[in-house]
């Protein structure tokens, strides 16, 4: 079963090919993804928080990783929002339908 994940994660100590391959890993593990804002990912996966944490961890250089701040938690069906894109709301309700 496919669960709605968040990922908050802060980037700004990356170089651009570093991120490029964070993001190339997300894609890895889940197609359907969108980017909410710079900081911060919803994607559906069917794997746990800590291996999507660990996945993304591994896609980085090891000098890397320690500065990089991830949160990474499910999102519940009982969600609500304020102002987002047209398009990312559609996302979204589609990814919180039964």
Known sequence: MMALSLILHDLSGLEAEDEKR?????F???PEHWRV???ATLLETSVSPAYLRDHLLRALPQDSRA???LLI???SPDTSWHAL???GEQWLREALAP
């Open 22 to 26: 964070f993001f190339e890993a997300i």
């Open 28 to 30: 890895q593990i889940a």
């Open 37 to 39: 804002t710079e900081a």
């Open 67 to 69: 500065g990089t701040q």
């Open 73 to 75: 938690t499910r999102v």
């Open 85 to 87: 894109r047209p398009d």
